[in-house]
């Protein structure tokens, strides 16, 4: 149905999906699988469509054993290009581990286990719905003696990045007769005291009824609701920006507490990372994620005292970029400036070479230090040079592994891929904190149901995607929120197209 075409007052499918993000789509896919007659809700203009997963640029993280898995989710290798490449391996117990590690033990258990055992099956029946992935040679990946060596568990990425993933997606439900609805909100869930049975919409400042069997939630987490940023989030969260879409503003998480469903996960969590400190409010579709800041672990950062304040090297980028927006939000003035020499700069991620960045380039530092808007030049000079005294220059440094070329003897150690800041020219690149989804949500079972405040399913409704809490604490390993979503995404559509069909 098109955008502006009117609406009658009700509606009626087997399964309603409100949202029409990676999780909403991945469940209208599967919950049509079971033949059920499926419609879809996105609040956004079509313009806008997509969520967050438009914005990405699909990295996808899931367990395979080898080159034989690999080629199930990128079939279209050449010869060369398998010759040329060790893609490695990525363990169920590695993702598991990571997992646990990174969220400090406290990820639900059986719903790593559940996003882990999936996730290859998962990528290669996204495949099959026209999801083409390839290797992400451009972001994990260095080359070692001529051949591409991956790293970090993220070997592929969504080809055509985010809006690739959407558009093929959206195009797989329109093969399969699934109706999207633009610019339709949903505010209310029709809930007759024991089962939810579809949705209370606002479109054209009218309101619709639409009656369903089954209703699955994926609207999203809260992280575009400053409110509610800074009432679970703290003092402070108000004044960061959001990396991706405007419309996520806690809708589906607050329609489901309305009705009785339990709140679950890390409400005071967040994914954030550092975001060019002049990036708009929300996210700009033209520029994806390319504001965010992420070869920090190839420099240092400093802050308005021109202190280092954080272990750049603590972990591969992967493991710490999405909580250290948090610790950028709470230096003065929320930012910092990433500083590098000649000797790395051929090695910064693309995403520094756009020309909408904040930058400083100066051929000594001295020159450096005074372009470093808000910063106190002669500490920081100072810093650096303390810093460049500390770095242990007799270990050898190499990206493609946790090299251990740290500092001795710094307050604040970095503990890899420690270089020294003496080659010019210099650059610096000026980040804030840019929130990227909310940990906080709801509670399901193992079929994806909504659970209410006494843990027993509500009959009708269930959930996927980043308003489901329990997966993600304090930290999130890079390419799992993608996968995540395809997985409960699926397991929700297939219940509710079962249940709708039973
Ligand atoms: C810049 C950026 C880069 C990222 N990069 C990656 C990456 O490379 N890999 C990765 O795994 N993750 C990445 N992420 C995280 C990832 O985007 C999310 O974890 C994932 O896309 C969430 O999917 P979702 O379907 O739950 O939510 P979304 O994709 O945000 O979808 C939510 C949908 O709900 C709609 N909606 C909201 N309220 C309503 C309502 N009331 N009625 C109807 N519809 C509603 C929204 O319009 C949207 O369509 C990135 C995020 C950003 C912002």
Redesign the pocket.
């Known amino acids: 149905m098109e955008p502006t075409e009117a609406m009658p007052d009700t509606l009626h499918c087997d399964v309603l999906v409100?949202?029409?993000?990676?999780?909403?789509l991945c469940a209208a896919l599967a919950a049509r699988e079971s033949g059920a007659d499926v419609l879809v809700?996105?609040?956004?203009p079509f313009d806008?469509?997509?969520?967050?997963?438009?914005?990405?640029?699909?990295?996808?993280?899931f367990a395979f054993d080898g080159v034989e898995d690999y080629v199930r989710v990128v079939p279209d290798l050449s010869p060369s290009e398998l010759a040329n490449a060790d893609f490695g391996r990525y363990t169920r117990d590695e993702y598991f581990d990571d997992m646990a590690r990174v969220t400090q033990y406290r990820a639900h258990p059986d719903m790593v286990e559940t996003l882990v055992n999936n996730s290859l099956e998962t990528v290669v029946w996204m495949n099959k719905k026209g999801v083409k992935f390839n290797p992400s040679y451009g972001r994990q990946a260095f080359k070692v003696d001529g051949k591409f060596k991956f790293w970090g568990g993220l070997a592929a990425?969504v080809t055509g990045g985010?809006p690739g993933l959407i558009d093929n997606l959206t195009s797989s439900c329109e093969r399969q007769q699934i109706r999207i609805l633009y610019d339709?909100?949903?505010?209310e869930l029709l809930f007759d005291g024991a089962r939810v049975g579809g949705a209370r919409?606002r479109q054209n400042g009218g309101n619709v009824d639409i009656h369903a069997k089954s209703t699955v939630l994926?609207?999203?987490?809260f992280q575009a609701n400053a409110e509610w940023r800074t009432r679970y989030l703290g003092p402070g969260w108000d004044l960061a920006k959001v990396?991706?879409?405007r419309?996520?503003?806690g809708?589906?998480i607050r329609?489901a507490l309305e009705i009785g469903a339990m709140s679950y996960g890390n409400w005071s969590g967040c994914?954030a990372v550092g975001w060019d400190r002049n990036a708009p409010e929300f996210?700009d579709l033209a520029v994806?994620?390319n504001f965010?800041k992420h070869s920090y672990p190839l420099g240092i950062m400093v802050n308005a005292r021109g202190e280092r304040f954080v272990d750049e090297g603590a972990d591969f980028r992967n493991y710490t970029y999405a909580k250290y927006g948090h610790v950028i939000l709470a230096q003065p003035g929320q930012f910092a400036w990433q500083i590098f020499d000649a000797k790395v700069l051929g090695m910064l991620r693309d995403e520094y070479r756009i020309r909408q960045v904040t930058k400083a380039r100066a051929d000594t530092l001295e020159e450096l230090v005074k372009k470093l808007d808000g910063v106190d030049p002669a500490k920081c000079l100072a810093e650096i040079e303390a810093y460049n005294r500390a770095v242990k220059a007799d270990v050898p440094f190499n990206p493609a592994i946790k090299d251990g070329r740290g500092t001795s003897g710094l307050a604040v150690p970095k503990s890899n891929w420690a270089n020294r800041i003496d080659t010019p020219p210099y650059e610096a690149y000026a980040v804030t904190c840019?929130i990227?989804?909310t940990f906080g949500g709801l509670r399901i079972d193992g079929a994806g149901s909504v659970l209410d405040a006494g843990e027993k399913p509500i009959s009708g409704l269930y959930a996927?995607?980043?308003?489901v809490g329990g997966l993600f604490y304090f930290n999130y390993p890079?390419?799992?929120?993608?996968?995540?979503?395809a997985v409960f995404?699926k397991l929700a559509g297939t219940s509710a197209g079962k249940a709708a069909r039973g």
């Open positions: 409100v949202g029409a993000g990676n999780a909403a809700l996105e609040r956004a806008d469509r997509g969520g967050n997963s438009r914005y990405t640029a699909g990295a996808i993280r990425e985010g339709a909100r949903a505010h919409v994926a609207a999203g987490g990396r991706g879409t419309f996520n503003t809708d589906g329609m994914h996210g994806g994620d965010q840019g990227t989804f996927a995607g980043e308003l890079g390419g799992t929120g993608l996968m995540a979503g995404g």
